[in-house]
């Protein structure tokens, strides 16, 4: 097994540190060329870039952005439309978050980051992710899996252990089992954007902010053997907040159709899915009814074991965290240990060691 060897990285949007890094690196001429592509339902989409080495390692910016119209269009310019630059934060930023910014792409030129922090480029329309150098832990010949959850995800991290792993608990778990990871591990995320102030659906980049369907699209263009998606606190959260009883079975209903546009698309490319199934008992999810929380939160639950038992190629698999926690919340007497916090759906540090297990098991599973 080989981890990655931490070392400072840049991004211009940070500063000054780009001029060193400028400095450092070798001539335009002598730069390495790559490129890119993700696909959407009709569209797809490719980055081309540069790397240059550095004291950081390589730096990669972006060079040409371009679109063409599936089936059978060709590339066109798409280098004026806005697209939004990711990259992974460093430990002394956000352990495990990411930093964005928008651009077209004579704005993103002028942010080179280093390919450590995995550049990926989210498209004009929202619907995928351009990934450059995803899994770049572990080794060639490990197995690749990909990871993508909300804010319990993202919490399986700290400061310290990111130094080493910089995605985090999973990285370092997956690594140990010899197998490479790409996490995104993302606050606020859903199966399905919920709708915007106005009630009106989102769209383009500003649904992309809300799903992780365009990560997910993006990462399946570099092949790899599994699909590990844990999501459903925030799909049941919002619904949680609504007063009439029909409109919660329509946001419910709307929730389990968009996990099974995940596991449809995963599976017609022959890929391994492991649902992990979220907290699912009563929850004080920002004040709203913890009952009508643990109802939406269990019709999510019981879609993804459906959708796990009848899998006819038995490329969908669970990791039913719902039923592994359901004796850990504050409440339950005689618990055997406390694995949430005061809201009982966010994790205490006990149960960030136990939610990490629950993605290595899930892992496993596919290779």
């Known amino acids: 097994m080989t981890s990655r060897v931490r070392r400072p990285a840049i991004i211009a949007a940070v500063g000054a540190a780009l ?3 400028m400095a450092a690196a070798p001539p335009a001429a002598s730069a390495a060329t790559g490129t890119a592509t993700c696909q959407a339902p009709g ?3 490719r980055v081309d ?8 390692g390589p730096v990669l910016t972006a060079t040409a952005l371009q679109r063409r119209t599936l089936p059978g269009g060709s590339w066109t310019d798409a280098s004026t439309e806005t697209w939004e630059l990711r990259r992974d934060d460093l430990p002394s930023e956000t352990p495990g978050g990411f930093t964005q910014e928008p651009g077209d792409l004579s704005t ?8 450590y922090l995995s550049p990926r480029f989210v498209a004009p329309d929202g619907a995928c992710t351009v990934y450059t150098h995803p899994f770049s832990n572990g080794s060639a010949n490990q197995p690749k899996v990909v990871a993508a959850g909300d804010s319990l995800t993202a919490s399986l991290n700290d400061a310290t252990y990111n130094q080493t792993h910089i995605q ?3 990285e370092g778990n997956f690594n140990a089992a010899g197998i490479r990871a790409e996490v995104e591990g993302q606050s606020g995320k859903y199966w399905l954007a919920p709708p915007d102030s106005h009630g009106q659906p989102r769209t383009g980049i500003d649904k992309a902010g809300y799903e992780l369907l365009d990560e997910v699209r993006g990462l399946l263009a570099h092949d790899p053997d599994g699909f590990v998606l844990a999501l459903g606190a925030n799909d049941a959260g919002q619904v949680a907040w609504i007063s009439d009883a029909a409109e919660r079975q329509t946001r419910i ?4 159709a968009a996990i099974g546009q995940y596991v449809s698309e995963l599976t017609a490319a022959g890929k391994c899915v492991v649902l992990i199934t979220p907290p699912d008992n009563l929850a004080h999810y920002w004040g709203s009814d913890p009952w ?5 939160a269990q019709q999510l639950t019981h879609e993804m ?3 796990a038992n009848a899998s006819a190629t038995d490329l969908v698999k669970l990791q039913d965290f719902a039923e592994h926690s359901w004796d850990h919340h504050s409440y339950m007497p005689n618990n055997p240990q406390v694995w949430f916090g005061s809201d009982d759906i966010h994790l205490n540090a006990v149960g960030r060691l136990a939610y990490t297990s629950e993605f290595a098991q899930a892992a496993e599973q596919c290779v």
């Open 108 to 115: 993103l030129q002028g942010i080179p980051v280093v390919t």
């Open 43 to 45: 569209v797809a989409w």
């Open 168 to 170: 985090g608990y999973i």
């Open 292 to 296: 009508l929380y643990a109802w939406s």
């Open 19 to 21: 001029l060193g890094v």
């Open 253 to 256: 209903n709307a929730a389990k």
């Open 305 to 307: 074991r459906s959708l």
């Open 49 to 56: 870039y540069q790397t240059q080495n550095s004291v950081y």
